[in-house]
């Protein structure tokens, strides 16, 4: 968790017939750390993906940190089964009705990691009583539920405003930032004040993982 800049391939962009494969292919490419599994559950976002056994198989076959988005609107009554699948942050939202203050300290006191997360359309300051709770903020810059979908430039005043937060208040959570970032709008993102980077179809098409992974990690760029 301690590098300045971390880009962490969002899977659902890979292959879903070959998820191993595009798993290994992330963690083939110098520079990724990380790996990004997003869960939706067709209600809160429109589109299904997969459930705690498919990360709990992936797990099985990787070093990475495994960084899980719970894109549900019950996120709590699943907290049990993806930490026993090998998450290692899991990270939901603040927009459903549920007790998410009760949902973080769960996954804290299962030594996991834990972020929440808003929307585009989200006012940022749903955020503020969870600050001291967390060790991510994820700041969706495309509305959640399909891939490939442009970058929200709203939404960068926001990382601004909750890279303030960090810096007045001496908090340690990472900024992550997941939509439509490429090279381009990731740097935007970092400007900005993310330091995550959630990449899906810019980084499994790229012709150069490796340098698409080191432009926006490198700490000077």
């Known amino acids: 968790m301690s590098k300045p800049f971390i880009v962490a391939p969002s899977i659902l962009a890979g292959n879903h017939a070959r ?5 290994v292919q992330a963690e083939e490419t110098e520079g990724v750390s990380w790996i990004h599994l997003d869960i939706m559950d067709g209600h809160f976002v429109p589109n299904l993906s997969f ?11 990787s070093n990475l940190f495994f960084d899980v988005h719970l894109m549900l609107d019950n996120p709590h009554l699943y907290i049990d089964a993806f930490i026993k699948a090998g998450a290692q942050n899991i990270t939901i939202h603040a927009e459903p009705d549920y007790p998410k203050a009760e949902t973080l300290r769960q996954i804290r006191a299962s030594g996991v990691k834990c972020g929440i997360c808003i929307n585009p359309g989200t006012p ?8 001291e709770a967390v060790d991510l903020i994820l700041l969706m810059t495309v509305q959640p539920g399909f891939g ?4 929200r430039e709203d939404v960068l005043p926001k990382i601004e405003k ?14 992550e930032v997941d939509g439509g ?3 381009e709008t990731g740097l935007q993102c ?3 004040g993310a330091d995550t980077f959630v990449a899906g179809t810019a ?11 080191s432009i926006l990690e490198k700490q000077d760029a």
Not at 19 to 23: C, H, I, P, T, V
Not at 124 to 131: A, I, K, R, T
Not at 162 to 170: D, E, F, K, L, T
Request: no cysteine; hydrophobic share 40%; charged share 20%.
């Open 124 to 131: 940022v300051e749903m955020l503020e009583p969870y600050l």
């Open 148 to 151: 490939g979908q442009s970058f």
């Open 203 to 213: 980084f499994f098409k790229h012709p150069d993982r490796a340098q698409f992974v």
């Open 162 to 175: 909750v890279a303030s937060w960090r810096q007045q208040h001496g908090y340690k959570w990472r900024i």
């Open 181 to 183: 970032v490429n090279l």
């Open 51 to 61: 459930g705690p056994q498919t990360v709990a198989d992936l797990r099985g076959g």
């Open 19 to 23: 998820l191993a494969e595009s798993l």
């Open 190 to 192: 970092r400007e900005a």
